[in-house]
Structures are given as structure tokens and as C-alpha cells.
T-cell receptor
Framework: GAGVSQSPSNKVTEKGKDVELRCDPI?????LYWYRQSLGQGLEFLIY????????KSGLPSDRFSAERTGGSVSTLTIQRTQQEDSAVYLC?????????FGPGTRLTVL | AQSVTQLGSHVSVSEGALVLLRCNYS??????LFWYVQYPNQGLQLLLK??????LVKGINGFEAEFKKSETSFHLTKPSAHMSDAAEYFC?????????????FGKGTLLTVNP
């Protein structure tokens, strides 16, 4: 596709459930980033991938959060045992150099 | 570590008036600076960026920004506001860390344009 895509666009889940958020980057972009946007914290970096490796996981807020990337392409962000404070918009971005292209985000609501 | 401060969480202008959104950054190494715009329920769209070279940067939709190292600023301007400019604007900084260009964002400025 022409841009970064994310699915689902909206996800409503119950507290304690696991969720998976998907990101399809722009073809050929080797770097992929996840960010979280919430009312209280603004836009925060979560994790950075170069190819399939994640050399920077410093933004993951707890060990309930994990992510992987396969084939140097699709990435999945997994949140286990969701909590209400996990409610936010999760944004994915891909880049070739220092310019990042963002997807539309996944709005996660934890009830 | 880097940080970004955006002065004014909400700016309101009249259509046709000058738009000025303020951004100051902190970085111990030469920064890359960005302005992004976010329309409701959409992702972030790059308006403009400064990496190296000319300090006055022109972007899309008539916006421009000037990198002033002495003032650690990267303010965003547009000579004449249009109704379609109403959105939230984010200033961001990154530095070269190998190939990791993770962004640190400001809190955002919501721009309202009045008819």
C-alpha cells in the first residue's frame, strides 16, 4: 500500500484481556516505531525496530507490553492483562531515514 | 535526553491572521526538528522538518519554521490562517542514535481558526 496501515482502527476490550495491535509499514522501510497517545501523557515512544530486531524497547511501560516484527515488515504490539490505564491511541510509524510516516492509529478502550 | 516545550496548549486566530505556534527544545547534540499536524481521528502528518542546512524551512500548506540554535527554538508560522488549518500541531525532536531516530514530542497545540 501507499502508506502505513494499522488494524483494528478501534478496539474495545475488558480489563484483564489480552489484545494484539497490527502495523503494516511502507514497503522497504527498515525502521518501525510504536508510540502511544493518551490524554494524560501525550505522545510517547514505546519501541523501535530495525529489521526484525528491537534495539530500543525503553518506552514499553511494563512487562505486559511486548512487540515483534516479522519478515522486516508487519509488526504486532501485544498488551497482556489490559488495564484501564492502557486506554489510548497506539500509533505506528515507519521510516527509511529520519522521516517517519505515521499510520492512522488504533484506539484502544479498556472497560 | 531531549525534550520539547510547546508554549500554549490552545491558540485561537481569526481567518486570514498570522499563525504562530511556539516550540522550544532541549538537546545536548545537534537535533533534527519536526512539526506534525493531526486532524481529528487521524494519524500524524509531517508539515516540515529541519535536519541540516538552511535554517528557514518551508513545508506544506504554506507553513514554515525557522531553526534558531541560539534560542533553541523552532517556531511554526503561516502568514494567513485558513479554516482548514484548524487541527492539533506537534513539535518533535530526534537525534541521530545509530539508525534510531525516535521522536520526543511536545504536548501539542490545538489551533482554532475563527471565521
Amino acid at each position: 500500500g501507499a502508506g502505513v496501515s494499522q488494524s483494528p482502527s478501534n478496539k474495545v476490550t475488558e480489563k484483564g484481556k489480552d489484545v494484539e495491535l497490527r502495523c503494516d509499514p511502507i514497503s522497504g522501510h527498515t525502521a518501525l516505531y510504536w508510540y502511544r497517545q493518551s490524554l494524560g501523557q501525550g505522545l510517547e515512544f514505546l519501541i523501535y525496530f530495525q529489521g526484525n530486531s528491537a534495539p530500543d524497547k525503553s518506552g514499553l511501560p511494563s512487562d505486559r507490553f511486548s512487540a515483534e516484527r516479522t519478515g522486516g515488515s508487519v509488526s504486532t504490539l501485544t498488551i497482556q492483562r489490559t488495564q484501564q490505564e492502557d486506554s489510548a491511541v497506539y500509533l505506528c510509524a515507519s521510516s527509511f531515514w529520519n522521516e517517519q510516516f505515521f499510520g492512522p492509529g488504533t484506539r484502544l478502550t479498556v472497560l | 535526553a531531549q525534550s520539547v516545550t510547546q508554549l500554549g496548549s490552545h491558540v485561537s486566530v481569526s481567518e486570514g491572521a498570522l499563525v504562530l505556534l511556539r516550540c522550544n527544545y532541549s538537546s545536548s547534540v545537534p537535533p533534527y526538528l519536526f512539526w506534525y499536524v493531526q486532524y481529528p481521528n487521524q494519524g500524524l502528518q509531517l508539515l516540515l522538518k529541519y535536519t541540516t542546512g538552511a535554517t528557514l524551512v518551508k513545508g506544506i500548506n504554506g507553513f514554515e519554521a525557522e531553526f534558531k540554535k541560539s534560542e533553541t527554538s523552532f517556531h511554526l508560522t503561516k502568514p494567513s490562517a485558513h479554516m482548514s488549518d484548524a487541527a492539533e500541531y506537534f513539535c518533535a525532536v530526534s537525534v541521530e542514535g545509530g539508525s534510531n531516530y525516535k521522536l520526543t514530542f511536545g504536548k501539542g497545540t490545538l489551533l482554532t481558526v475563527n471565521p
